[in-house]
């Protein structure tokens, strides 16, 4: 009798466990849903990484366009991890959408990764197909099941932090601080040496993403995302013309992309526009949300 009481406890503890695990794991993913646009059928994505979540704001970009933003963008991703976001966010819609905003910068075609650890931002969706062969091809089989088996295993604080945002609606820059000029003259002394690769099999990987996104939306915008003056010296000048004219060409090649480039002095020369060389603060994601609402009205994209 003892045996069987034992057996019924136990029983009875591992079903209200994973009642309680699906439970927190399917309100902490509806957070996410709702944090990143996903299953909202929005006019406009945005996807790139942190230049993107620094430099645009979702929340002013829907009040000036009057089109739903979704803001599908994280840090230290890759060009792989972002086509794999781009079949994520797809396998959400039902319907094209109007304009996907594509960040592109001098790394875009680099063969390193931004970030040895990126594949556990997408543990949450491990249930998508996409996501799921993502994470397969990136972690151990034990890692895998257990993630897969427990469900708030894939969970860490800062995606906790990103569900809470997102039933917040949360969605600014919070980042104040400016550059110290002075304290970037070391810069100086790198001009035109920092190499802007171009790595063939990452420029296959960029169109295979081109064509994925022309199968789901009607426009495209490539934005390249600003970088402050100094910073950008640094980079390989010839190498660095090799990518934008790559950029420029193959966007009048399609005509339904487009290219907005902000490396626009009165946003790069301005040390107040950011946190560090590479990302503006929440004035420079004004600035750089205002110019890609211009850009989108210009080109008669709000209609």
Known sequence: MSMFIWLKRLIVFTVLFFLIDFGIAAGL?????????????????????????????????????NKSVAFYSRNGVSLEDRKTMLEHYFNTTTQKTDIVVLEVNPLLFSKRFTAANVYMLFLPFMDDPAIDQFIKSKTTFKDY??????????????????????????????????????ALNG?????????????????????????????????????NMPIFDSKMKTFKNDEYQV??????????????????????????ANPNLFSDPLHVNVEGQVKASEALVQFVNANGLNK
């Open 29 to 65: 993913l509806t957070g996410l849903n709702k944090y990143f646009g996903l299953n909202s059928n929005a006019k406009i994505l945005v996807n790139g990484s942190s230049m993107s979540l620094a430099g645009f704001n979702k929340a002013k970009i829907e009040t000036a366009t």
């Open 145 to 182: 099941c257990v993630r897969k088996l427990i469900r708030t295993s894939r969970y860490n604080l800062d995606l906790f932090s990103l569900s809470i945002k997102g039933y917040l609606g949360i969605y600014e820059n919070k980042k104040t601080q400016v550059l110290d000029a002075k």
């Open 187 to 223: 810069l100086k002394s790198k001009v035109n040496t920092v190499p802007v690769e171009f790595n063939n099999d990452k420029v296959a990987l960029f169109k295979r993403t081109i064509a994925l996104v022309e199968n789901h939306s009607k426009k495209i915008i490539l934005v």
């Open 243 to 268: 990518f934008l004219s790559f950029i420029k060409e193959f966007t009048t090649s399609h005509p339904n992309i487009l290219f907005l480039d902000l490396n626009q002095p009165e946003i790069t």
